[in-house]
């Protein structure tokens, strides 16, 4: 049994002074920590399990020769979720000017995308219930955060001009997903790390790689890699904040990183005051290098895209 005065003192500032740079270096406490969070993952039996819905979208989007049908059948199955596909699809959020009265014609209307996208959300949002943390971590602004950076995700692919891989908006929604894991089992370790970061004005990944030795994103990868969740999902939730310097700055775990970065440019801002921002922001100038469209006009089309995830986390939840 762990012992929360052990945990933190393990985790106390004064155990990794100032003087190591070192960020992503190992001690002793830090491995036993990190073994502690992987079996914890990988033993502990009632941890919440991706719903098969999600585990069925990932497989099928994964599958060049799926089909419509196979999606229907598969959501069919889940009666309260159908119920739920239509009730949304026959929403104000879509706008659809005549009665979608069943799956099928939902997914003729709105594309297969947009319903494995909706199903996706759906059956994930409440993997995690709220009063099971014991931090002051918001639940709700978790999800709001989620959906906007999977939304961002297939935006910025979008608005480059660059193919979108069809695992983007899953792999976005799931980003963070080893935040819920710290915030369930380990809170003092989260909270440590929030003040942590808040205390050196560093980030929370960066507070996290200087006190356990692994960032969220890890954390995350080991969940969805229990949860048989495709390579390619797990490997952007894994490497959402910190990649192999060899990464293609356009690859699914950048353009995640990048959609991270600017849904914190842009919360609360308006679009010029984000493109102004954006415009002081080498880092930002050499990502976008004039590709596709305009940092302003991309920006206009990305809040739509916050805008749209909100919408939808409110009428999920
Ligand atoms: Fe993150
Ligand atoms: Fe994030």
């Known amino acids: 049994m762990r012992s929360i005065s052990s945990l933190k003192k393990s985790l106390s500032v004064k155990e990794t002074p100032e003087t190591d740079q070192d960020s992503t270096a190992i ?16 033993e502990v039996r009632d941890l919440p399990t991706l719903p098969t819905i999600a585990h069925e979208v990932c497989r099928l989007i994964g599958d060049p020769n799926s089909s419509m049908v196979d999606l229907v059948e598969v959501i069919e199955e ?23 009265d069943n799956l099928k014609m939902a997914l003729v209307i709105l594309g297969m995308n947009e319903i494995n996208n909706l199903v996706t959300t ?112 797990t490997k952007a939730i894994a490497q959402h904040h910190v990649r192999p310097s060899d990464t293609h700055p356009y690859d699914l775990p950048a353009v995640i990183d990048q959609a991270d970065r600017l849904f914190y440019v842009m919360e609360g801002r308006s679009t010029e ?30 809040y739509e895209r916050i805008e749209r995830s909100l919408k939808l986390v409110k009428i999920i939840d």
Not at 164 to 192: M, R, W
Not at 202 to 228: C, F, M, P, Q, Y
Request: charged content about 20%; proline content about 5%.
């Open 27 to 42: 001690g002793p406490d830090k491995a036993r920590i990190i073994e502690e969070i992987r079996k914890t993952i990988y």
């Open 78 to 100: 889940d009666v309260p979720l159908s119920g739920r596909v239509l009730r949304i699809a026959n929403s104000a959020y879509y706008g659809v000017p005549r009665k979608i």
């Open 122 to 233: 759906i059956s994930v949002l409440n993997l995690f219930p709220q009063q099971s943390g014991k931090t002051t971590f918001d639940l709700n602004a978790f999800w709001r955060h989620s959906a906007a950076c999977a939304e961002l995700s297939v935006g910025l692919f979008e608005g480059l001009g660059l193919p979108c891989p069809s695992s983007t908006y899953i792999a976005g929604l799931l980003h963070d997903v080893g935040k819920l894991v710290l915030n369930q089992y380990f809170p003092e370790y989260l909270l440590t790390c929030i003040n942590y970061a808040e205390e050196h004005h560093i980030t929370l990944a960066e507070a996290e790689l200087k006190l356990i030795g692994v960032d969220h994103g890890h954390i995350g990868s080991w969940l969805s890699k229990r949860w048989n969740v495709p390579d390619e999902i």
């Open 273 to 302: 005051e984000a493109v102004e921002l954006l415009g002081k922001d080498s880092a930002w100038e050499a990502w976008h290098a004039n590709r596709g469209r305009s940092t302003p006009e991309l920006i206009k089309l990305l």
